[in-house]
Nanobody, 125 residues
Framework: QVQLVESGGGLVQAGDSLRLSCAAS????????MGWFRQAPGKEREFVAA????????RYADSVTGRFTISRDNAKNTAYLQMSSLKPEDTAVYYC??????????????????WGQGTQVTVSS
């Protein structure tokens, strides 16, 4: 079983950048596909990005394509979400998640087995 802890959130202005980290413990991160999701107040949790076990393949939501980059460093047991050109509509709690059972770059929250506690990202206009 893996434990996930996100960090790196904060309050930024529109156009700024942030890098979120997701540190894993209790298991080897390279065993898992990883995903980032976000949830804004009053909205459902939505897919942001996913990455395969080796880091060679990624998938993004249309709303973040070209602005966000997902990556991982298996040696450090950490996944990352680099966010650039942030917009007020990117404001949300961001969660990382680990998928052990379902090979592929999954967009459904139901296919992820483990979740972090989330980190708040607030983008002011």
């Amino acid at each position: 079983q893996v434990q996930l802890v996100e960090s790196g959130g904060g309050l930024v202005q529109a156009g700024d950048s942030l890098r979120l980290s997701c540190a894993a413990s209790g298991s080897t991160l390279s065993n898992y596909y990883m995903g980032w999701f976000r949830q804004a107040p009053g909205k459902e949790r939505e897919f942001v990005a996913a990455i395969n076990r080796s880091g060679s393949s990624t998938r993004y939501a249309d709303s973040v394509t070209g602005r966000f980059t997902i990556s991982r460093d298996n040696a450090k047991n950490t996944a990352y979400l680099q966010m650039s050109s942030l917009k007020p509509e990117d404001t949300a709690v961001y969660y990382c998640a680990a998928d052990l059972r379902w090979p592929g770059l999954q967009e459904s929250t139901h296919l992820y087995d483990y979740w972090g506690q989330g980190t708040q990202v607030t983008v002011s206009s």
